[in-house]
């Protein structure tokens, strides 16, 4: 259900070496986590439970450790989608929606799209506005807290959630990894942020 490939290849290019997480013990020693996927919502979360990490990921939370969500990885954050049925992991308070149909846009969302910053976080700051991300999406997340959103990007007359952020925790719908370099320039930003100490936004 990760895109663990891609991923991979993209921080190997700044040097940085991933370590996958099967099981609790393989956390030891990581100091950031990050949370790809690909798929459907129900399917993930379940595999999520068969490993038995999803109290750990949430304790990982609860102690405010850095943690970054891509794609998928950004609703399972929530507490539940209407692509099914299962509790998400309730990092982020929030439901993830389908993308409306009236839009006379064609779902899945699929392409390129521009970022509209709403809030400075470690992944988007407002000197990096209007950044063009590639995006792969049927669903939405829709934050109980604004706060939260960081940023959108257009679809239709409306707009989709495109990055959230919340203390040490953030996510993208889109994916950085085939982003191009506006995407390197994202992970590269969170890297910087992670090298600085992970500080907490002001």
Not at 105 to 114: D, F, K, L, Q, T
Not at 133 to 146: D, G, K, L, Q, R
Request: overall charge neutral; proline content about 7%; aromatic content about 8%.
């Amino acid at each position: 259900m990760g895109n663990l490939h891609s991923v991979r290849v993209a921080f190997r290019r700044f040097g940085v070496s991933l370590k996958a997480v099967h099981q609790a013990t393989d956390l030891n020693g990581c100091s950031a986590l990050i949370l790809p996927g690909v798929g459907s919502f129900d399917p993930a979360m379940e595999r999520l439970e068969a490993t038995g990490l999803v109290p750990d990921l949430r304790q990982w939370h609860d102690d405010e450790r850095p943690l970054l969500g891509i794609c998928l990885g950004l609703q399972l954050l929530f507490d539940a989608s209407d692509e099914g049925s299962r509790g998400g992991l309730g990092m982020l308070p929030g439901r993830v929606e389908r993308l409306p149909a009236d839009q006379g846009e064609r779902i899945p969302h699929m392409g390129w799209a521009r970022l509209q910053s709403c809030q400075p976080s470690p992944l988007l700051g407002v000197q990096d506005d209007q950044e063009w991300m590639y995006f792969v999406h049927s669903y939405a997340a829709h934050p109980a807290n604004t706060a939260a959103l960081a940023a959108t990007a257009p679809f239709g007359s409306g707009k989709a959630t495109a990055i959230v952020w919340e203390r040490r925790l953030g996510a993208c719908q889109f994916h950085p990894e085939k982003s191009g370099e506006a995407g390197q320039r994202l992970l590269k930003r969170w890297l910087r942020w992670l090298d600085q100490g992970a500080p907490l936004p002001q």
